[in-house]
């Protein structure tokens, strides 16, 4: 019998049975529905709405004057009130810099991540070494450190083997950090792949790497993407790393320079803070957003 | 095309002994089967012949060439995998041309030996699929054609049927042995299932415990089991065993049973085991049931099987549950009866070893 039928010409004991153990109190079907129907709705609004605002925030008031902003909030600005003057400010060559830096450091620290975490997943799931579990869990390890704490010791190592102020040091910093997440999801994607296809492969006469490139690897998209995505939000949204080991001004990436132009110039003003802070919101929107779909794909694992 | 020889195989993971003195000769074009309980070392056996094991010991010969320490790569076997493992990124066509494909062969050339290949199974029609479409059979037809593309040394099969329905099981028997008698290699089949080994073969290699318990046709296993885990791992229903004993009568040996006996015509060994214990095996469909309860093992009947043609019967007896092949349409009502096994169809193995005492 369906306990969601909501007739009530039931006898007794089956409004008991109805009422049973954790049932408390049982209320209609149509209403258990607006109820559940007003709260999904409801709380993906909140939710929505305080992640949408901020975002909001910046966008309005990239578009504005300075007069306007000074004016304080409106919903739309129109009229005088428009301009998309203050996107000049990508002009200013020291913000182009940051942009540029920013730019190599995501696409050297995607890279060296999506390559990385193949070699190693695939080493971790296709071989047995001695205390492979355990260096499986030393390896999540590291996100018990906050980034400052592990940035501090990095500096001095950076500074003493001449990372310091180079775009190499900051990927090398930044890979690390997204390493241990993406080998262990590439290790955890690379087991559901049968063993069995891989050496039918090297009974066809595929050599081992071969076989990892026809077989596997076309099949690890899913788990390459994901780590892509990882890698890309976390390099190019990285402040304390780039903050505490490209302290140059010419060498370091958007987020930290931005804030130095803040601190450091009265010229520049608010609005075009927005503004450029705009435009670095839209390449990780777009990525994310065409990825997505392959992103789910890459978490769809039972065994993670 | 070659005879494929294994001399003294061994194979040892760690301190565990897998595999050991597996000897075997595998002729052209036939058809051998390696059947045994999970875990007997089957699969690492055919592991080994396939390249993807390393030997630990003992040598492996495929015609004139030792294959021992070669790579997969370099064996020229096809091996048809329990999972199927299909490459899912793949349409069927690419699939069947892959190992073509690492061997070198232009496009055109590929595509028209998987083209006569497909012809052969039926299978012409799947070629633009992708596996995840197909059905478990097709799929299993499609994994036979990528393996065969390439004229193989040897074919390997590793339980290639145990996951597909019994229908279906039977409709892919018969196209196994075709393909294989075609190609006229040695073929090697891995199975955990007797029926299997029991229709397919030339002949079947028993294996328990990492050895060989026996070799022989098909029959010959059937009728003339060297062991008693031979006797009750082949034939359908098991073989029934019983603790007996070796007793001396006027005429001769007699073996027996709770309170019966039964004359053994004379075997060489048996007489040094009169009034010791004894195993006696005998196959279902050689004990009788009657009603007449005096002349047999008291059976009281518990259920029936009908399978059409014939029906499995059940009975408790002091000896423990017995079955017994009874003809169309047996049904026992539960009443009480005597079984008779033939004397001449006992088998009679030792106690200690379970080797067969001839």
Request: glycine share 10%.
């Amino acid at each position: 019998m369906s306990t969601l039928d909501d007739d009530e010409s039931g006898t007794g004991t089956a409004t008991e049975r109805r009422r049973g153990p954790g049932l408390t109190r049982r209320l209609s079907y149509p209403v258990r529905r607006s109820v559940l129907r007003l709260g999904t709705v409801g709380s993906a609004l909140l939710l929505g709405f305080l992640m949408a605002f901020p975002l909001y925030w910046m966008a309005q008031n990239a578009f504005k004057t300075r007069l306007a902003i000074n004016a304080g909030v409106s919903w739309l600005p129109t009229g005088d009130a428009f301009t998309l003057e203050r996107f000049g400010i990508v002009n200013n060559g020291a913000v182009l810099t940051y942009i540029t830096n920013s730019i190599i450091v995501t696409i050297g620290t995607v890279l060296l991540v999506v390559a990385v975490s193949l070699v190693a997943g695939y080493g971790l799931a296709r071989y047995d070494f001695r205390g492979k579990v355990a260096f499986a869990r030393f390896l999540l390890l590291g996100y018990l450190f906050s980034p400052i704490v592990l940035a501090l010791p990095l500096y001095l190592i950076w500074d003493w083997t001449g990372l310091l102020n180079t775009h190499i040091g900051l990927i090398l910093a930044l890979s690390a950090v997204s390493m241990p997440f993406a080998v262990w999801l590439m290790w955890k994607y690379i087991q559901t792949i049968p063993q069995a296809m891989e050496e039918s492969a090297w009974i066809a006469g595929a050599p081992r790497w071969r076989g990892f490139v026809d077989v596997v690897l076309p099949q690890t998209t899913p788990a390459i993407i994901a780590n892509a995505l990882f890698a890309f939000g976390l390099a190019w949204n990285d402040f304390t790393f780039a903050q505490i080991l490209l302290p140059s001004n010419d060498a370091t990436t958007f987020p930290p320079g931005i804030l130095r132009l803040v601190n450091a110039s009265f010229e520049t003003g608010y609005g075009d803070f927005m503004a450029v802070g705009l435009l670095m919101t839209i390449p990780p929107l777009l990525f994310a957003f065409f990825l997505q779909s392959y992103l789910l794909k890459g978490f769809e694992i039972r065994a993670l | 095309m070659v005879q494929v020889h294994a001399q003294g195989l061994r194979k040892e993971f760690g301190s565990l002994v897998a595999v050991e003195e597996f000897d075997l000769t595998i002729d052209e074009g036939e058809f051998v089967t390696l059947v045994g309980p999970s875990g007997c070392g089957k699969t690492t056996t055919l592991r080994m012949f396939a390249g993807l094991e390393t030997a630990t010991a003992g040598r492996l010969l495929f015609g004139d060439r030792d294959v021992t320490d070669l790579p997969p790569q370099e064996r020229d076997v096809a091996l048809l995998f329990q999972d199927i493992a299909l490459y899912p990124h793949m349409s069927v066509r690419d699939n069947m041309a892959y190992g073509l494909k690492i061997a070198g062969y232009a496009k055109p050339d590929r595509y028209e030996r998987v083209e006569e290949t497909a012809d052969l199974l039926q299978i012409t029609d799947l070629l633009d699929n992708r596996p995840a479409d197909l059905s478990g059979g097709q799929q299993q037809r499609v994994a036979l054609g990528r393996s065969m593309v390439r004229d193989p040394a040897l074919f390997l099969f590793d339980e290639p049927m145990s996951d597909l329905d019994a229908k279906l099981k039977r409709d892919l028997r018969p196209l196994f042995e075709e393909v294989t008698k075609e190609i006229g290699c040695p073929t090697l089949y891995v199975t955990h299932d007797q029926e299997e080994a029991m229709t397919m073969s030339d002949r079947i290699v028993v294996m328990d415990d990492g050895r060989i318990a026996q070799v022989g046709g098909p029959e010959e296993l059937y009728d003339d089991p060297d062991s008693e885990f031979v006797g009750t791992f082949i034939g359908q229903p098991t073989m029934q065993t019983f603790q007996g004993r070796v007793v001396e009568e006027r005429d001769g040996l007699a073996v027996e049973v709770g309170e019966h006996r039964w004359p053994v015509s004379t075997r060489n060994g048996l007489a040094e085991y009169t009034d010791r214990p004894i195993r006696v095996g005998v196959r279902p469909q050689d004990i009788s049931v009657t009603e007449d309860t005096s002349g047999g093992l008291a059976g009281e009947h518990v259920l029936d099987e009908p399978l059409g043609d014939r029906t499995n019967s059940f009975f408790d007896t002091p000896e423990g549950r017995v079955t017994v092949v009874t003809p169309k349409g047996f049904r026992g009502e539960g009443r009480a009866y005597g079984l008779r096994p033939s004397s001449s169809e006992l088998r009679l193995f030792d106690p200690d070893s379970g080797l067969r005492i001839r």
